[in-house]
């Protein structure tokens, strides 16, 4: 079976920064792409950023300029760098992986447990 755990979250001022770090594990032939999620209370889950195994990226258009999305293949691991946070980030983070059994399986979607990030003075 396959686990996302993520790592990273905290308290941080307006203006601050933080790193979430997000490794798989088990058994798997691919998770590709890999991404972030986030959801606030009393909102629905929102993508934050994604990353395929080629390094191309997208953004949600609230954190283009402030966030990045980056991915270690050979640890299975994605990162996402926030900086400049806002009161508005604040959320519980999810990362994302679409998984692969075999090369030939379809993919399946796999969620880490959620880490807390709070914009906050």
């Known amino acids: 079976q396959v686990q996302l755990v993520e790592s990273g979250g905290g308290l941080v001022q307006p203006g601050g920064s933080l790193r979430l770090s997000c490794a798989a594990s088990?058994?798997?032939?691919?998770?590709?792409?890999m991404g972030w999620y986030r959801q606030a209370p009393g909102k629905e889950r929102e993508l934050v950023a994604t990353?395929?195994?080629?390094?191309?990226?997208t953004y949600a258009d609230s954190v283009k300029g402030r966030f990045t999305i980056s991915r270690d293949n050979r640890k299975n691991t994605v990162y996402l760098q926030m900086n400049s946070l806002k009161p508005e980030d604040t959320a519980v983070y999810y990362c994302?992986?679409?998984?692969?059994?075999?090369?030939?399986?379809?993919?399946?979607?796999?969620w880490g447990q959620g880490t807390q990030v709070t914009v906050s003075s």
């Open positions: 088990g058994s798997f032939f691919s998770i590709d792409p």
């Open positions: 994302y992986g679409a998984g692969k059994t075999t090369r030939w399986a379809s993919r399946y979607n796999i």
């Open positions: 990353i395929t195994s080629g390094s191309s990226s």
